[in-house]
């Protein structure tokens, strides 16, 4: 498929947005709110269980239509739709984009390439419901016997981020009576100590690699097979402890997994929206699998807003054109993302992979330099943890920072008064952000003069607001699928590949060269820059051998 992006910046709707910024930028949102005091209760939108509150960002009505305008123009409508219909949107690896399709309901039929999907989705479905049941009740047993009592999914980026994310975010749901771990670093220290109070006979591994060539996973995984075996001396035991998800079915058996244990899925699913397919495996086994279903029922509600909502009213169109405002006419670089739930404390490192690996990128799809700054630093920590660290350049320091702040009606535990503190600082935040504290207001609380200044807060700080009812299964897959299509929604406008990811492979490849240079008997030739040959040489004369 040929995408030929929009030279955005060109068209006339965009110089209206670039424009109509001008008008703005002296204006602080103190001054917006005096001018429309509704605006806390008109500009906000809703959908499914998510509510957005985006009234204390720096911009008016005006401004949501100049940007829906500049997405219309975009194509991000066509873009939305040739998603959905499976049409090979990931033009530099000539894929099509179908994590819909994950989460799509029995019956619908989505096509890549002539062959209806749907059924095969269901089909890994059942199998990992199936599996599951049997891992959480007890029947499927270790190869002594012995019921499992650990999972230890091993895998990297998007087979790893994922699933970690969501077993934390949803750790009230699961099950305690077996430890889940999650490997993902080849720096022996990770499966050490995934492994150095474990079982054997009790231990089972998820190998979630997509490619099932990922160096980490596999040093990873082949260190796990040598434990257990050190543990039960018998290669028998391999078949009971260790199941695959992966699309390589060639490599999982050269690596010693049964075909029968091996979880499947499909190229048209991207590593960082994979973990609703079976990289979801352990999640599954974590939270049992109603609570999975639960989860893509919460995905699939966002996809169908996303998918028929017109973008004035639609959360994650909105989410991604307020973001593209503040990097492209505002000149912000960093997102923060502060959620005030202790169990989402993954979620921002989630999202740094899905925004920056999607959107880092400094060529468009037809191989031209952007025109514009693209995707943002992603960054934050769960409140009120970051209050008593770097709130404090957020609140007084020289950058611009748009923060989304996400917070739950309900807490998980009723632990004393601990929910009320926690969402009136969640709320106090975004106020103080936006209002600050002028220097009027500080004088006349008798301050001396000389700190004035320095306690002072010039607010117009902007923030947006995700409320939902609380952190449920269903829940977290609405929010991740808003993440999902603001992606795409940004991706569209700067006329990019949100799908690939060619930034990752040089480092990979050179260090594939380095390693026999590092463990060569003989000191081999260098070849690289001073630097970097000084630096192995280094290594070389302290190599633990
Ligand atoms: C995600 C990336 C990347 C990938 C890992 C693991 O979109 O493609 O993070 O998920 O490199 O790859 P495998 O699943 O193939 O091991």
Redesign the pocket.
């Known amino acids: 498929m040929t995408i030929t992006p929009v030279r955005i910046t060109e068209t006339p709707e965009w110089k209206a947005l670039a424009e109509h910024q001008r008008s703005l930028a002296g204006r602080h949102l103190r001054e917006l709110f005096d001018a429309d005091p509704a605006r806390g209760e008109t500009m906000t939108v809703d959908a499914a269980d998510l509510h957005l509150d985006y009234s204390k960002n720096r911009l008016t009505p005006e401004t949501v239509q100049f940007l829906v305008a500049v997405a219309e123009r975009a194509g991000l409508r066509e873009r939305i739709d040739a998603m959905f219909a499976g049409e090979h949107i990931n033009v530099t690896e000539d894929r099509a984009v179908l994590h819909v399709a994950l989460r799509a309901p029995e019956g619908t039929r989505i096509t890549v390439d002539g062959h209806d999907v749907v059924p095969d989705v269901h089909g890994i479905l059942a199998k990992m419901r199936d599996f599951s049941r049997r891992v959480r009740s007890g029947d499927w047993l270790g190869h002594t016997g012995r019921r499992i009592r650990a999972v230890v999914n091993i895998?990297?980026?998007?087979?790893?981020?994922g699933p970690k994310m969501a077993y934390e975010a949803l750790k009230d749901r699961t099950d305690r009576s077996i430890v889940f771990r999650f490997v993902s670093n080849v720096d022996g220290s990770d499966i050490w100590e995934a492994t150095c109070d474990l079982d054997p006979a009790e231990t089972l591994f998820v190998v979630?690699?997509?490619?099932?060539?990922?160096s980490e996973?596999i040093a990873n995984a082949t260190t796990a097979r040598e434990w257990l075996l050190a543990g039960l001396g018998d290669p028998a035991a391999v078949a009971r402890h260790f199941v695959a998800v992966?699309t390589n079915a060639e490599k999982v058996q050269e690596f010693g997994i049964d075909l029968g244990s091996m979880f499947g899925f499909w190229d048209w699913v991207?590593?960082?929206?994979?973990y609703d397919s079976a990289?979801g495996l352990s999640l599954m086994i974590a939270i049992g699998p109603e609570a999975f279903g639960e989860m893509l029922g919460g995905f699939r509600a966002i996809d169908e807003h996303f998918r028929d909502t017109p973008f004035e009213r639609n959360l994650p169109a909105l989410m991604g054109l307020i973001g593209v405002w503040y990097y492209d006419l505002w000149g912000a670089e960093t997102q923060a993302v502060l959620p005030y739930d202790h169990y989402l404390s993954w979620f921002p490192d989630y999202l740094q992979?899905l925004e920056m690996?999607s959107n880092g990128k400094s060529v468009t799809l037809s191989g031209e330099p952007v025109e514009l700054p693209t995707g943002p630093v992603v960054w934050g920590t769960p409140g009120t943890n970051g209050q008593h660290a770097y709130y404090q350049l957020l609140h007084q320091g020289t950058r611009l920072v748009p923060a989304d702040f996400i917070g739950f009606l309900r807490p998980h535990h009723r632990v004393g008064a601990h929910h009320d503190m926690l969402m009136a600082n969640f709320l106090a935040q975004t106020e103080a952000l936006a209002f600050g504290k002028t220097a009027e207001e500080v004088e006349a609380e008798g301050v001396p003069p000389a700190q004035v200044p320095h306690r002072t807060f010039s607010g117009n700080h902007p923030t947006n607001t995700l409320l939902a009812p609380a952190l449920t299964p269903r829940v977290l897959g609405e929010l991740v699928a808003a993440y999902e299509h603001r992606v795409l929604t940004q991706g569209v406008i700067w006329g990019i590949d949100s799908f690939d990811?060619w930034g990752?492979e040089l480092g990979k490849a050179l260090a594939q060269r380095i390693v026999p240079e590092l463990t060569a008997e003989a000191a081999p030739e260098l070849h690289h820059d001073s630097s970097t040959n000084a630096l192995i040489r280094r290594y070389r004369a302290a190599r633990v051998g």
Not at 208 to 214: A, C, D, L, V
Not at 270 to 274: D, E, I, L, V, W
Request: hydrophobic letters at 20%.
């Open positions: 895998g990297i980026g998007g087979s790893d981020l979630s690699s997509k490619t099932f060539t990922t996973t992966s991207g590593g960082r929206y994979s990289i992979q690996e990811q990752v």
